[in-house]
């Protein structure tokens, strides 16, 4: 069985993150590049399941960064992924959704994985549409927001938390999924780990190796118009209880029409 897990370099996510006024794209000079948890949370489901496997499972890393992403992209090797394959080209600075799923369906029909599992919604953009959107281009079932994962050797199993109930879903292999935060943490890396991921083998690809032209307007293309800085968040109203607090708070809420 070969797996392949969607994995995304992304600004750490534990500093302030800032925009880039100009290019409207994320400063990522402005802080130190990170893998994405939820990409770790997706590898960690799948190396458990290779784990207990023992034998016949190839579990692949795939990302769509930056040139400078092999960093991240070997601690995903040094979590256990067998091997990784980085998109990496300029013509993919600032690419939308539809332009980032195009390529990222490209790669995968060249890799023919039988189950892809990638996170269901990443730090910086956090559009959660991605994974349903290569399931289309691919043309398979896809079981998204899964906060539990069962994987078999033909099929995969899940649940789903929605509003007001647990949602028990299934699909065939081949099939694409995404998971959720509500699954274990990531292993961290350990010593064996990290120096074998040294050898581990990364295979770069451009646009022209997937057949893909950034400039090709017939799929549709998101278009930013402009963008603006956050103005500055007020003190807000304060009010001081001197016996009528109550008073003017259920009058300010009403004023305000939020009761």
Same mark, same amino acid.
């Given at each position: 069985?070969? $797996?392949?897990?969607?994995?995304?370099?992304? %600004?750490?996510?534990? !500093? =302030?993150?800032?925009?880039?006024?100009?290019?409207?794209?994320?400063?990522? *000079?402005?802080?130190? &590049? !990170?893998?994405?948890?939820?990409?770790? /949370?997706?590898?960690?489901?799948?190396?458990?399941?290779?784990?207990?496997?023992?034998?016949?499972v190839?579990?692949?890393?795939?990302?769509?960064? %930056?040139?400078g992403?092999?960093?991240?992209i070997?601690? +995903?090797?040094a979590?256990?992924?067998?091997?990784? $394959?980085?998109?990496?080209? =300029?013509?993919?600075?600032? *690419?939308? @959704?539809?332009?980032?799923?195009?390529?990222?369906?490209?790669?995968?029909?060249?890799? +023919?994985? =039988?189950? $892809? !599992?990638?996170?269901?919604?990443?730090?910086?953009?956090?559009?959660?549409?991605? %994974?349903?959107? @290569? *399931?289309?281009?691919?043309? @398979?079932?896809?079981?998204?927001?899964?906060?539990?994962?069962? $994987?078999?050797?033909?099929?995969?199993?899940? #649940? /789903? !938390?929605?509003?007001?109930?647990?949602?028990?879903?299934?699909?065939? @292999?081949?099939?694409?999924?995404?998971?959720?935060?509500?699954?274990?943490?990531?292993?961290?890396?350990?010593?064996? +780990?990290?120096?074998? *991921?040294?050898?581990? &083998?990364?295979?770069?690809? #451009?646009?022209?190796?997937?057949?893909?032209?950034? #400039?090709?307007?017939?799929?549709?293309?998101?278009?930013?118009?402009?963008?603006?800085?956050?103005? &500055?968040?007020?003190?807000?109203?304060?009010?001081?209880?001197?016996?009528?607090?109550?008073?003017?708070?259920?009058?300010y809420?009403?004023?305000? /029409?939020?009761?």
């Amino acid at each position: 069985m070969k $797996i392949v897990v969607l994995l995304k370099e992304v %600004p750490d996510t534990y !500093v =302030d993150r800032k925009l880039n006024l100009e290019t409207g794209l994320a400063d990522r *000079a402005a802080s130190d &590049p !990170v893998l994405d948890e939820i990409g770790e /949370r997706a590898l960690e489901v799948v190396l458990k399941y290779a784990e207990s496997v023992g034998e016949g499972v190839e579990v692949s890393a795939l990302t769509m960064s %930056p040139a400078g992403a092999t960093a991240s992209i070997r601690k +995903g090797l040094a979590m256990g992924a067998s091997s990784a $394959i980085h998109i990496a080209d =300029d013509g993919l600075s600032g *690419a939308d @959704l539809g332009l980032t799923a195009e390529v990222l369906a490209a790669a995968l029909r060249e890799i +023919g994985a =039988d189950l $892809i !599992v990638a996170g269901q919604q990443s730090t910086d953009g956090a559009t959660g549409m991605l %994974p349903a959107m @290569l *399931a289309e281009l691919l043309g @398979l079932p896809a079981l998204t927001s899964l906060s539990e994962v069962t $994987i078999a050797a033909d099929s995969v199993s899940g #649940t /789903r !938390v929605a509003d007001d109930a647990l949602m028990q879903v299934s699909a065939p @292999l081949p099939a694409l999924i995404s998971v959720t935060d509500a699954l274990p943490e990531a292993r961290f890396p350990n010593f064996k +780990g990290i120096m074998a *991921a040294k050898k581990k &083998p990364i295979e770069v690809k #451009t646009l022209a190796d997937l057949g893909v032209d950034p #400039t090709d307007l017939t799929p549709s293309r998101t278009i930013m118009t402009a963008v603006s800085e956050r103005p &500055p968040r007020t003190a807000g109203t304060k009010l001081t209880d001197d016996g009528t607090a109550a008073e003017k708070l259920a009058a300010y809420l009403a004023e305000n /029409r939020l009761v």
